[in-house]
T-cell receptor, first 116, second 113 residues
Framework: AQTVTQSQPEMSVQEAETVTLSCTYDTSESDYYLFWYKQPPSRQMILVIRQEAYKQQNATENRFSVNFQKAAKSFSLKISDSQLGDAAMYFCAPDFLQGGSEKLVFGKGTKLTVNP | SQTIHQWPATLVQPVGSPLSLECTVEGTSNPNLYWYRQAAGRGLQLLFYSVGIGQISSEVPQNLSASRPQDRQFILSSKKLLLSDSGFYLC????????????FGSGTRLTVV
């Protein structure tokens, strides 16, 4: 079975600093997608960034970037120049395309606190 | 553009009462549809997903059921709620086969008393 591990239940960062959230997963699939979602206190799930497993280039979206290491099955999220609005739960979610169906597998999440 | 609507936002129901949560998607056709539950401070648990009208797959045996009477409508139901059904329920959709992830509704906070 595919599993997703986010080993940091909580993280904190100073405003304007950089923080990295870790995620590892286990799968026998070779072609899949990986996502990071953000859930602020409103509990709305927001897509932060997407990575295609067959692409070696790491995805970047403004202040958010990933470090994707396919062989190590690692998919970490880096937030640069952290802002107070970045405070949220962050979920790593691979899409292993099992049997042709898209089903994201969510990690347990990392709660990020941003200190002013 | 595509939008997803989920209602109600908040619901307080007594034990043993029925439940009906509704989710609709606009601006797309033949979406994949999903129901997730999130316990307080926890991750997301997939309850049901559907790839087409009348096609429902259950991930976790439980007191809940799902139906898809129309292409863009997904309903989560229960005949008799249990205290353990309390939680935050999220509906989501994805476009089949494109690998663009899910778009989530705003969620329903269900409290069973």
């Amino acid at each position: 079975a595919q599993t997703v591990t986010q080993s940091q239940p909580e993280m904190s960062v100073q405003e304007a600093e950089t923080v990295t959230l870790s995620c590892t997963y286990d799968t026998s699939e070779s072609d899949y997608y990986l996502f990071w979602y953000k859930q602020p206190p409103s509990r709305q799930m927001i897509l932060v960034i997407r990575q295609e497993a067959y692409k070696q280039q790491n995805a970047t979206e403004n202040r958010f970037s990933v470090n994707f290491q396919k062989a190590a099955k690692s998919f970490s999220l880096k937030i640069s120049d952290s802002q107070l609005g970045d405070a949220a739960m962050y979920f790593c979610a691979p899409d292993f395309l099992q049997g042709g169906s898209e089903k994201l597998v969510f990690g347990k999440g990392t709660k990020l606190t941003v200190n002013p | 553009s595509q939008t997803i609507h989920q209602w109600p936002a908040t619901l307080v129901q007594p034990v043993g009462s029925p439940l009906s949560l509704e989710c609709t998607v606009e601006g797309t056709s033949n979406p994949n549809l999903y129901w997730y539950r999130q316990a307080a401070g926890r991750g997301l648990q997939l309850l049901f997903y559907s790839v087409g009208i009348g096609q429902i797959s259950s991930e976790v045996p439980q007191n809940l059921s799902a139906s898809r009477p129309q292409d863009r409508q997904f309903i989560l139901s229960s005949k008799k709620l249990l205290l353990s059904d309390s939680g935050f329920y999220l509906c989501a959709w994805s476009q089949q086969g494109l690998g663009y992830g899910y778009t989530f509704g705003s969620g329903t906070r269900l409290t069973v008393v």
